[in-house]
């Protein structure tokens, strides 16, 4: 199984602070990585596919990037509502595997 | 509009089998790159592929688990069924299914979820 790794594990920043978020993989998933939001209580949301691919109708503050077995994922200016958990989540080989969350609160 | 509803026993015993269904609305499970996928989550963390089912019935699974799983979809009910036999108390977890568009190889559209506990 490929697996993935995040961080840092948590973080807390200011409103319209950039926020960055990383992801590994154990091997080599070319840009077959999506990233995930969850809410408190409340089902995941895809925010990211195919690394950098922003799913419609997501707000265009949120970025991905990389290649490879390293990723980036970005919150150009945090508002009050992106309060979550992050996971990325890799497509390349099953089983499709996530990583164990990156949870972000407000400073 | 895609939605997807999980519904099933919240409560079973160690040792049972337990059954969840997938009921959907807003896309066809006869499309060609449709599939239904299931996550799971226990209490506190990260989340776990389990299943998922293609729109020509290919099934994959998460070889962790595929000895006590079976997904299967009824195209004509609009469902998607997953059993996990033998449950234990560490099977307990939010299960969630959702869409899989071959096209973004991404669950894009996910239930609510239900809350499975096992315990005696």
């Known amino acids: 199984d490929i697996q993935m790794t995040q961080s840092p594990s948590s973080l807390s920043a200011s409103v319209g602070d950039r926020v960055t978020i990383t992801c590994q993989a154990s091997q080599d998933i070319s840009n077959y990585l999506n990233w995930y939001q969850q809410k408190p209580g409340k089902a995941p949301k895809l925010l990211i596919y195919?690394?950098?691919n922003l799913e419609t109708g997501v707000p265009s503050r949120f970025s991905g990037s990389g290649s490879g077995t390293d990723f980036t994922f970005t919150v150009s200016s945090l508002q009050p509502e992106d309060v979550a958990t992050y996971y990325c989540q890799q497509h390349d080989n099953l089983p499709f595997t996530f990583g164990p969350g990156t949870k972000v609160d407000i400073k | 509009q895609i939605t997807l509803k999980e519904s099933g026993l919240t409560l079973v015993k160690p040792t049972q089998t337990l059954t969840l269904t997938c009921t959907f609305s807003g896309f066809s499970l006869s499309t060609s790159g449709v599939g239904v996928g299931w996550i799971r989550q226990p209490p506190g963390k990260a989340l776990e592929w389990l299943a998922l089912i293609y729109w020509d019935d290919d099934k994959r699974y998460s070889p962790s688990l595929k000895s006590r799983l079976t997904i299967t979809k009824d195209t004509s009910k609009n469902q998607v069924v997953l059993t996990m036999t033998n449950m234990d108390p560490v099977d307990t977890a939010t299960y969630y299914c959702?869409?899989?568009?071959?096209?973004?190889?991404?669950?894009?559209?996910w239930g609510q979820g239900t809350m499975v506990t096992v315990s005696s």
């Open positions: 959702a869409h899989f568009p071959s096209s973004r190889s991404a669950f894009d559209i």
């Open positions: 195919d690394a950098s």
